[in-house]
């Protein structure tokens, strides 16, 4: 059973310039208690495809198809006042700059306090004694006292602590973590990733964790979805997907993993070109201009996902049949 299940979104934007296909058809599922992670270079449509789902889009963004099924109810079609109760409540979000989310003027302890308070029924003594049991959970020290604290006198690690603690004060079933660590050096990044970890085996809830880097999905997520283009290009089990990566963009993602053993002088190969131009998404394969076994075929039809194992998916016309398999035979468009 699924707690989210996304089918067939399209999200485009509306601009001077002409219509952004920003999201062309994603479908997936989150299970309950699971992490799934969505991982793409920017521009993938990975966190507007988050934003869709919670319709918090800006102006010229528009969902333009699909459902967001949220333990059976379409996100997208939710009154206003039944999505903001949602919101916040069984569905919490953070992102990668805590200090945009985090209102300078106030204590951390007034913020958590508020959010506990506009959510739930309890005194202020009450979600004062909560904020501080968040704080423990997240791991900062002296908890009582720093609640007096204010975001400024915090460091960029111990913000992002205090963002989780917010999103965590409903108990939501389901947290969208939108590149929470990016902004982190390399160190307080790891610890961050293991907190979450950690929550989402304690508490029991989902999470999506988007992120630009595989490294970080191979860390601590179960399952992955790939996207390119504003479209899913492979999606599995993280130990299936990297023991057998079945797309030539994923193959490419994972090259470009500095090897950790490697340390200073680790080689990042990262992949050449840029990725398409969505007010003129191509016909083809999106990838196909960047694409090192691009065929003839690929950018005259959009390849569909092939079932290429128990949970595995690619979008790739190599996994089509016919298509050949020895790479040399493989006829490059350029
Ligand atoms: Fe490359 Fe063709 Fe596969 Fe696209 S469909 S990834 S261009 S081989
Ligand atoms: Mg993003």
Same mark, same amino acid.
């Given at each position: 059973m699924s707690l989210l299940s996304v089918r067939d979104l399209k999200t485009s $934007?509306?601009?001077?310039?002409? !219509?952004?296909?920003?999201?062309?058809?994603?479908? $997936?599922?989150?299970?309950?208690?699971?992490?799934? #992670?969505? =991982?793409? *270079?920017? #521009?993938?449509?990975?966190?507007?495809?988050?934003?869709s789902v919670l319709r918090l889009l800006?102006?010229?963004?528009?969902?333009?198809?699909? !459902?967001?099924?949220f333990e059976g109810r379409d996100l997208l079609k939710l009154d206003d006042e039944?999505?903001?109760?949602?919101? #916040?409540n069984e569905i919490a979000m953070i992102f990668q700059d805590p200090m945009t989310s985090?209102?300078?003027?106030?204590?951390?302890g007034e913020q958590v306090m508020e959010t506990i308070l506009r959510h739930r029924k309890v005194t202020r003594a009450e979600a004062r004694q909560r904020a501080i049991e968040l704080f423990e959970l997240v791991r900062i020290p002296n908890a009582a006292a720093r609640l007096k604290a204010y975001p400024h006198q915090f460091s960029g690690g111990m913000r992002q602590r205090v963002m989780?603690?917010?999103?965590?004060?409903?108990?939501?079933?389901?947290?969208?973590? @939108? !590149?929470?660590? +990016?902004?982190? @050096? =390399? +160190?307080?990044?790891?610890?961050i990733l293991a907190l979450l970890k950690e929550l989402q085996s304690r508490l029991g809830m989902a999470v999506i964790l988007i992120t630009h880097d595989l490294g970080v999905i191979a860390e =601590? +997520? @179960?399952?992955?979805?790939?996207?390119? #283009?504003?479209?899913?290009? *492979?999606?599995?089990?993280?130990?299936?997907?990297?023991?057998?990566?079945?797309?030539?963009?994923?193959?490419?993602?994972l090259a470009s993993i500095p090897k950790l053993r490697e340390g200073m002088h680790a080689r990042l190969t990262p992949i050449p070109g840029s990725p398409p131009d969505m007010l003129r998404p191509p016909k083809g394969c999106p990838f196909a201009p960047?694409?090192?076994?691009?065929?003839?075929?690929? *950018?005259?039809?959009?390849?569909?996902? $092939?079932?290429?194992?128990?949970?595995? @998916?690619?979008?790739?016309?190599?996994?089509?049949? *016919?298509?050949p398999k020895v790479t040399g035979e493989l006829e490059a468009v350029r």
């Open positions: $934007f509306f601009t001077s310039r002409g !219509e952004v296909q920003a999201v062309r058809g994603v479908s $997936f599922d989150v299970r309950p208690g699971e992490i799934l #992670g969505i =991982v793409g *270079e920017s #521009g993938s449509g990975k966190s507007i495809t988050c934003m800006k102006s010229a963004g528009r969902v333009i198809g699909g !459902e967001a099924l039944d999505l903001r109760q949602l919101r #916040g985090l209102n300078p003027t106030l204590s951390v989780i603690a917010m999103a965590l004060s409903c108990d939501p079933k389901l947290l969208i973590a @939108d !590149e929470p660590t +990016t902004a982190l @050096d =390399v +160190t307080i990044q790891r610890q =601590v +997520t @179960d399952r992955v979805l790939v996207m390119y #283009g504003g479209m899913a290009m *492979e999606q599995g089990l993280v130990r299936e997907v990297f023991a057998r990566p079945s797309h030539p963009y994923t193959r490419g993602l960047r694409c090192p076994q691009a065929m003839l075929q690929c *950018e005259a039809a959009m390849p569909p996902l $092939f079932d290429i194992g128990t949970e595995h @998916d690619a979008r790739c016309w190599l996994h089509h049949p *016919e298509a």
